[in-house]
């Protein structure tokens, strides 16, 4: 299991702007420590379009690994009720220690399990991004080739689940304004991205 490394407990809100009527839907977006940072990137910047009839909350943690993503999501239903959409960017952290079968296995025993007792919940899996450097890792291109595999693996399930797959075909380790120096958090260009990703998709389903 995972160390229980620092994690927030809070979660920065994007809402909906009042000109925009009809009912108010929420949506959480669970995952790494990037995750929240990008949730209070875009509270911060008012240049970004909010998510249409819905309110985003942003749970990030730091050095998450999926077997930890029961308990968290145990912890966010305790005080509330689930949300309408649920969108989890989780995964990578694994790939080195746990091996991409491992992952994928317990990637689809999870979703089904949310699903079966989150009923009315949407599901989204968020692909996991590439990186510049895999911590632990012997072999750069190898764990590179084992995250595309999986990703096209869990594509396959969440299609044949009913449940969403989200892909983000501008976070490239082409574009030199996407990570960070450390290679593997975001920069301001890249959290940019990842959120249009997740708005517009937000916007297509969060307004029916």
């Not at 994007?14 to 925009?20: C, F, L, V």
């Not at 689809?108 to 990186?131: K, N, V």
């Amino acid at each position: 299991m995972a160390e229980k490394a620092l994690a927030s407990t809070t979660s920065a809100q994007y809402k909906t702007p009042d000109e925009w009527k009809g009912p108010l839907r929420s949506a959480w977006i669970v995952g790494r420590s990037f995750v929240l940072r990008t949730g209070r990137w875009a509270e911060e910047t008012k240049e970004s379009p909010p998510f249409r009839n819905t309110i985003a909350s942003w749970w990030g943690y730091r050095g998450l690994l999926w077997a930890d993503i029961h308990d968290k999501l145990a912890d966010l239903v305790a005080y509330r009720d689930p949300p309408e959409f649920l969108i989890i960017h989780l995964g990578g952290n694994d790939l080195v220690s746990v091996g991409r079968k491992n992952v994928y296995e317990e990637i689809c025993a999870s979703l089904s399990g949310i699903s079966h007792t989150w009923r009315d919940t949407e599901i989204y899996f968020s692909s996991i991004l590439p990186r510049r450097k895999w911590q632990g890792a012997i072999s750069y291109k190898t764990v590179d080739i084992s995250r595309r595999k999986l990703n096209r693996g869990l594509e396959k399930y969440c299609l044949v689940k009913c449940f969403r797959f989200m892909k983000h075909p501008f976070i490239t380790l082409g574009d030199p304004d996407v990570f960070h120096k450390d290679g593997t958090q975001l920069l301001e260009q890249g959290m940019e991205y990842f959120f249009r990703e997740i708005s517009s998709t937000l916007a297509t389903r969060g307004c029916k």
